[in-house]
């Protein structure tokens, strides 16, 4: 259930581009650890290992909260979840990991991308607290 909403293009994204980017890095982090994984199956489909890498993205995490009500009434979030946002550029999947504040949230499903045209401005991630042991 990811929404993607279109606009025109032109100077009009360009303009939208520049906001996004100046949000993130007014209200943004820059020392967000993102933690792709690649999954390694054998002859019967079964997990067999892993590789990951790790890179630091410039986003967003914010709480869900009760104030968040749509998206915890169609089941997208709960409370506790985070949304993280970022630049459209950055390539998250389900199951990468991220770390802030040494806390790792494993990354659940998108939840919105916003679009103008052709022209790709941010997405936002349902992120959930990795248990810890």
Do not use: P
């Amino acid at each position: 259930m990811v929404t993607e909403r279109n606009g025109s293009g032109g100077s009009f994204l360009d303009q939208n581009r520049s906001t996004t980017l100046t949000i993130l890095n007014k209200l943004g982090r820059n020392d967000i650890a993102l933690t792709h994984r690649t999954e390694s199956r054998n002859a019967a489909g079964r997990l067999s290992g892993f590789t990951s890498a790790t890179s630091t993205i410039l986003g967003d995490l914010q709480f869900v909260t009760f104030e968040d009500r749509e998206m915890i009434d169609e089941g997208v979030a709960n409370v506790g979840d985070a949304i993280l946002y970022t630049t459209y550029d950055i390539t998250i999947d389900k199951k990468d990991e991220v770390k802030v504040d040494s806390v790792v949230w494993r990354v659940k499903r998108r939840v919105e991308a916003e679009t103008i045209g052709t022209g790709k401005l941010f997405q936002a991630w349902v992120c959930t607290r990795k248990n810890v042991d």
